[in-house]
């Protein structure tokens, strides 16, 4: 019995009424109903957000500008929403009936611009408090799960568009704010060059400064000098004004009684005055009288006159007009003068002698009345003397008390010198710092004007094309250029080779619940194992070849997938077909009833690694292995380039891939054929028949 001939019984079998044909048209139609139903249902979901409602609450009360325009953001954000599209937006008044919308379903989501909205964009151009401007989204994950991810992507959009905006109009504002600093750093630098000029002149001015401290201080030096030797005098003057002050004093004290004294001296010379102008009279009478009885009266008149100079000159002593010793002169001259002559003999010695003391007394008369006019005059000269001695007194006290102030005010005026010298040489130390300050300061504000001027060229100072040109760049400096070697069309697209490979396994596992593996006739006959296999098998690939054929046919002319290889996408999916059919069959053909729980968990593992929605790598480890080893990852990476149109060098080594998987399946098919030509109780009655 030929394979072919095994093979034909068995379709024979299963198309021999109306029934069965009706159910191997069932089974060919069941990728179809997953697969191509699934992607027609989800081909362009992005295609008809539009039919979504969404609420639109727009609070914005808009904002001053810097250029003082008004900004009005939030207004032009829900104009570019709506204009859009995307949803079907629907204004609402308030947040909390947006919010309520969005909990009882009414609404997917709420997008709300706040009230501050236009003014945080516009508060980074002042410096001053800057906030971001929100965009407020409410969502529900109880509407759907991946709108939630649809609307990021939208809200990430717009503030896309806002941020480039209003980033180009602050980058121009920070540009022209370039310009003016540049500008303005010229003026500056210009302004350094005459500092650096006027602090030049500054240090001309402190050297001579310094040159004039430091004759300021010597002169400071010389005038303490000068004001210790006035102290020194004023202090000498001071000791003898007191001396003498002192000694005025005592003379005022000893001169009180003078006028007095001298009244009385006065006095006194006037009665000798008189008295001797009397014994003058007297005594030029003598000469007369004594000319008749100078004989006889010679002796008694000379005593007599003795007598009389002897009391005169007693008196004149008493008086203080003569000395003892004047008195002792006056009488010894008396005694020494020898009595006049008689008037008959005045010629006579003894009238001679007379004749000569009548004239000392004459002259002695003569000197007394100049004494006594003398000491009148002392007397009448007496008070003012002793009124002068009173002033000068006084003077001298004051003398005393002024050139004592004046030590003091010197003393004082010393030490003011000598802090005048110390302040002179920290006036000169002082200028010594200015001037190397003035120094340090010159060549500052030289080297200041230079950087200034080298850094306002360094300072951009961009014209209006070049800010315009900057402020785009600034506001968007990283442009994705996006570069797609292979691309999906639409979501259905990306999700077809997953599902169309999906559902084939699927399909054919399905062939298992109304086709035998293998058949018992075959299993009696005598030919050999690998036959059995090969032709309980072919039945599998016919049907399951027509199932990849239809599906492919579907979704290419019906769904408009339109594969950059649609013949290789096809003749993938016949590979793909044999190589499941030969998988499906000879699990089950080995195992029996569990071999189809055995498929349904090959189907599962190879759902979640095989990559079909997310990349594969992000699955657990272990089910890296699984993508390895399991056919349906190959087959979908192999859909991917045929219908993106990318790279077809792993094509060859997916259809030989695809070739060994057969290859096992058709070995386990053998194994299986082998093993049932010999008949159990088992056989004849399984433990399980599903």
Do not use: C
Request: negative net charge.
């Amino acid at each position: 019995m030929t394979v072919l001939r095994l093979a034909r019984s068995e379709l024979k079998r299963m198309t021999g009424g109306l029934l069965p044909k009706l159910t191997i048209l069932a089974l060919a139609l069941v990728p179809l109903l997953y697969g191509a139903v699934y992607l027609y249902a989800n081909w362009d979901p992005y295609g008809k957000l539009n039919q979504i409602d969404a609420a639109l609450v727009v609070q914005d009360s808009g904002a001053a500008s810097a250029d003082g325009t008004r900004l009005e953001a939030g207004r032009k954000v829900a104009e570019s929403l709506v204009d859009g599209h995307v949803f079907n937006w629907k204004t609402v008044a308030s947040t909390e009936e947006a919010d309520q919308g969005v909990s009882n379903g009414t609404y997917a989501f709420a997008l709300k611009i706040p009230q501050d909205f236009s003014a945080n964009l516009v508060s980074p151009g002042s410096f001053d408090a800057a906030n971001q401007a929100m965009l407020n989204v409410t969502t529900n994950d109880a509407n759907n799960y991946l709108l939630s991810t649809i609307v990021d992507k939208l809200t990430t959009a717009v503030h896309t568009t806002v941020a480039k905006e209003v980033g180009e109009e602050t980058a121009n504002q920070l540009l022209t704010g370039f310009g003016t600093i540049h500008t303005q750093m010229l003026k500056a630098s210009d302004g350094a060059g005459q500092l650096a000029d006027g602090v030049a002149r500054l240090h001309d001015g402190t050297v001579t400064l310094h040159q004039g401290t430091g004759e300021l201080t010597s002169g400071a030096t010389e005038l303490y000098n000068g004001e210790v030797k006035l102290r020194d005098g004023a202090t000498a003057l001071s000791a003898g004004a007191g001396q003498l002050s002192s000694g005025l004093t005592q003379l005022k004290d000893k001169t009180a009684a003078l006028p007095a004294d001298a009244q009385r001296l006065a006095d006194g010379a006037a009665q000798v005055a008189a008295g001797n102008a009397a014994l003058n009279a007297q005594v030029q009478a003598i000469p007369g009288q004594l000319a008749a009885a100078e004989q006889a009266a010679q002796q008694a008149a000379a005593q007599a006159q003795r007598s009389r100079v002897v009391a005169s000159t007693a008196r004149l002593v008493a008086a203080g007009v003569l000395s003892q010793e004047q008195a002792d002169k006056v009488v010894a001259d008396v005694d020494a003068t020898p009595a006049p002559p008689a008037a008959s003999a005045v010629a006579s010695p003894s009238g001679t002698k007379l004749q000569a003391a009548a004239a000392q007394v004459q002259k002695l008369a003569d000197g007394s009345a100049a004494v006594s006019a003398g000491a009148s005059q002392l007397a009448g000269a007496a008070p003012a003397l002793s009124d002068a001695v009173a002033k000068a007194s006084a003077g001298a006290d004051q003398l005393a008390g002024g050139s004592a102030a004046l030590a003091a005010g010197q003393q004082n005026a010393v030490d003011g010198a000598g802090k005048l010298v110390q302040g002179a040489q920290k006036l000169d130390d002082g200028a010594a710092q200015l001037e190397s300050g003035a120094a340090t300061a010159s060549d500052g504000a030289g080297t200041l004007a230079a950087e200034l001027a080298q850094g306002a060229g360094k300072v951009p100072n961009p014209d209006d094309a070049q800010k315009d040109s900057l402020s785009k760049v600034m506001a968007d400096p990283v442009a994705v250029s996006n570069v797609s070697q292979a691309k999906a069309g639409s979501y259905g697209a990306g999700l077809a080779p997953f599902f169309l490979t999906l559902s084939l396994w699927i399909g054919i596992f399905m062939l298992v619940q109304a086709m035998r593996p293998v058949t018992q006739r075959a299993l009696a006959s005598n030919a050999p194992a690998w036959k059995i296999a090969a032709g309980g098998w072919l039945p599998f690939l016919a049907v399951s070849a027509v199932q990849a054929s239809l599906l492919t046919l579907v979704v290419d002319v019906g769904l408009g997938l339109n594969p950059a290889h649609p013949v290789l996408m096809w003749f993938l999916m016949l590979a793909a077909a044999m190589a499941f059919s030969a998988i499906i069959q000879g699990v089950v053909a080995l195992l029996g009833s569990p071999g189809k729980l055995v498929v349904l968990i090959l189907l599962v593992l190879q759902l979640v690694s095989s990559g079909g929605t997310f990349p594969w790598q992000t699955t657990p480890e272990p089910l890296h292995v699984v993508h390895q080893i399991l056919p349906m990852g190959y087959v979908v990476s192999g859909m991917r380039h045929l219908i993106y149109g990318a790279d077809l060098a792993i094509i060859l080594p997916t259809m030989l891939g695809l070739v060994g998987y057969t290859l096992l399946g058709l070995a386990m098919s053998t194994v299986a054929a082998r093993k049932n030509k010999y008949w159990t109780p088992k056989t004849l009655k399984p433990e399980i028949a599903v």
